[in-house]
């Protein structure tokens, strides 16, 4: 019987408790700065079941609260007390989701009865692989990222399987800071393991299990109770990422949310199809797979702050997955940029909810900057060293409830800044500046926070830069209810030679002795028309060093000479800017305004049409042969037929690809 509220509540405060205990431990006792410092890594408990029903407040990443272990559970056929469980394959259950990310898991039994499982993971900085730290957008297949282990025992019984831990340190670039972050796991688990059997000598085993079910039950009550405040319909949002290989065509994600009473649908139908590159989404189809329901948690938790955080809070929703597309790739596709496809995957879901609660939710959310890791050589040693220095992160967008924060939120809040003590520590490099970035938020009524940029010179040759997400250069976060989008990201490499070089969204870069390299985020979203900010607030922004003399009168039709108004200059520019004024509800980039002038949603709708009939290996091509027609013709009013005529031609050329599409059309008729 279901347990009476005040004992449901202290039930739940200690298990959160004992989660954030995991979590401590392993931020005490981890060796490399991307754990310890950036705070990559997830702790919590689960049922017997997979779901998950504890973890930290605010410990770590919050993209995992719903995390679902069962079919990575299900891969072990017995647990015995002491059994310690690592798996980092992306496709061994679907539980990991890229290969840097090494999941650990232990069973917790109390008298013989196994009542919950410890689990977690950390984002390990190498796992081996064609590239340092393992990721790349370039990468085409999982083979490629790295050493892939299935659910496999770390410890059986309580001995440590030695053999195991040599295989994975002579495939990894780094094995001291490997070994170290895994002992931290292993304490992690180890210390779950005495808190749950304090709970349950406390509570009872009774309770509980009963708790563990009435915590599910409630969350699942809580979400319910805020999707029912949300006005129904169908809304539909779409957003991009600028490439969808290197130096590609864009690769969109498209969203209809479905909002009917207590419940959410997803459908994803529309969205690019599976890539030649690492930015999928691997799902395995699951309808409520975590990543998929990372926005929807954020959104939840941003309309109640008071929900529980736990798998219940998605039984509610319900994702449409087309196979072989960015969010459900098939094997062997290369899943190891997710956290970019998944950043996007999130503003999408916010673009959709924003039309529904304009006045509740915020712009696009500020991002494009990467997670930087450097590979180079210690020149008073000798000794290669690779770490992950502090996350370019970018401010949240706007709200009508105020400016976004600035240099961290929305998508990216959990990581935690680096201090350049530690990074210069970590890797010889020298900072040269960090810090917030002038006029890149969103102008609006409210400002889009501003993001982060940090410069920095290395003095080892060939020293190899991964920049891990590095995007929003033509598709920068959007504005909302009048406001403008945040400006661009920026990748460049000696930016104040003479010769400064635009990397672009290139995510792995070989510098020698001297080089610079300057690296900032894309600022989040406006809310509201910029011509209505509060022109004193516009100054204080001036004097704060947050807008420039220039974006504050291009951006907010505000005229400041000598740290003072120019009332008449302000007057006459904001009538200007009024006269301007586009109706839309969402502000974007120019990038994004002249992409779509030609890539319509009608000619999208053909498209997706057509890349349906082929078959999944042939759609990366397909597509991309199709917008090069489509670019061929240097037009804005392209009519889909075109698009059929294009493919006719194609499968003119390839007779086995016609015969096996005419099939799939027969099938489908």
Known sequence: MPIDKVTLQILSNHCQAAA???????????????????????????????????????????????????????????????????????????????????????????????????????HNTDIGGAVPASLSRSLTEVHQEGLRLPPTKLYKAGVLNQELVNIIMTNVRMPDQNWGDMKAQIASVNIAQARVKEIVTRFGIEIFREGISDLLELADRQARRVIASIPDGDYFFADYMDEDSPNGYPARIALTLKVHGDELVFDYTGSDPQLASSIHVPTGGDERHVLMMVGVVYVLYTLDPTILRNSGLLRSSRCILPKGSIVNPEFPAAVGMRSLGVGRLMSTIFGAFAQALPDKLQGGPGSGGPLLNVRTTDNRTGKNVMANISPITAGAGASAAGDGSEGCGANQAFFKNTPVEINEADVPIKILEYGLAPDSGGPGLYRGGLSTTMKFQVFAPHTVLTARNRDRMKFTPWGIAGGSAGKSSLFIQNPDSKAPINLGNTDVVTVEPGDVIRITAAGGGGWGASYERDPATVLADVLGGFVSVEGAEKDYGVVIQDNAIDQAATEHCRRQMANCASNDFFGHSPGRIEFEKVWTLTLYEKLTELLSQVPVNWRYFVKHRLFATIEALQATDVSPQSLQFALDDLLSEHPQLRERVEKERARTA
């Open 20 to 122: 954030e205990s995991m979590a401590r431990t392993l931020m005490r006792t981890a060796h490399s700065t991307f754990v310890k410092e950036s705070e990559d890594f997830t702790c919590g408990l689960v049922a017997p079941n997979g779901k998950t029903f504890a973890s930290p407040f605010d410990l770590g990443a919050t993209w995992f609260v719903g995390l679902d272990y069962a079919r990575g559970l299900a891969l072990i056929d017995q647990y015995e007390d002491g059994d310690i469980i690592i798996c980092n394959d992306p496709y061994s259950g679907f539980v990991c989701t890229h290969s840097p990310d090494m999941h650990i898991w232990k069973p917790i039994f109390f008298n013989g009865e196994l009542v919950c499982f410890a689990v977690g993971h950390v």
